[in-house]
């Protein structure tokens, strides 16, 4: 029906999409940045380019999947640009704090931090964005269950599993 609708009129068929998926992919986003405002840029984003760079007739499978990956990569990247983002103030904060490192312990500081990095990038997904939530955003167990609607419990058992796995990365890196 869409695809109809694209063919007799493009603007009518973005505007289709847009209020039939633009709360869910909100919704979805929210669940991957945990951030609604965040989220609703990012999808803001795609379909702002669906529109410029007419993606639309492009899309030969379903606009749904279609929306749900786009915003999912976006996701994704914003979550690894805001990781780096952070990494490289912490290691300019630390410039500031500590002028007196030399190049060796930079490069250690670096490496350890690229370290933790990883590690946290490699925890499953929702034990990494309640751990960023917890730790980057310094959220309490209370309002990090009530934004995502779990126990609290259920936060500090992903939390504990967070500094677990990182703990063991860092002793492994240690040796």
């Keep these: ?9 493009t603007r009518m068929g973005c505007e289709i999409l847009f209020s039939k998926y633009f709360s869910m992919l909100c919704s979805h986003a929210t669940r991957l940045v945990y951030s609604r405002e965040v989220a609703e840029d990012i999808v803001s984003e795609i379909f702002c380019h669906l529109w410029k760079e007419q993606i639309f007739s492009q899309i030969t499978g379903s606009y749904r999947a279609y929306l749900f990956k786009a915003v999912r ?3 994704y990247n914003y979550i690894r640009w805001e990781m780096s983002r952070q990494s490289d103030v912490e290691v300019f904060e630390l410039e500031i704090i500590h002028p007196q490192m ?14 933790i ?6 925890l499953p997904t929702q034990c990494r964005n309640i751990f960023l939530l917890n ?4 959220k309490k167990y209370k309002d ?3 934004e995502l609607n779990i126990s609290v419990k259920a936060v500090e058992a992903q939390v504990s599993k967070a500094l677990s796995i990182l703990r063991k990365a860092l ?5």
Excluded: P, Q, Y
Excluded at 1 to 9: G, P, S, T
Excluded at 102 to 115: C, I, T, W, Y
Excluded at 117 to 122: F, L, Q, S, V
Excluded at 135 to 138: A, D, K, P, S, W
């Design 171 to 175: 002793i492994e890196e240690s040796i």
């Design 102 to 115: 030399n190049s060796d312990d930079m490069m250690e500081f670096e490496e350890l931090s690229e370290k």
């Design 1 to 9: 029906m869409i695809r109809k609708i694209f063919e007799e009129d």
């Design 73 to 75: 990569h976006r996701a």
């Design 135 to 138: 730790r980057f955003e310094n």
């Design 117 to 122: 990095n990883e590690t946290i990038n490699g």
């Design 144 to 146: 990090i269950a009530e």
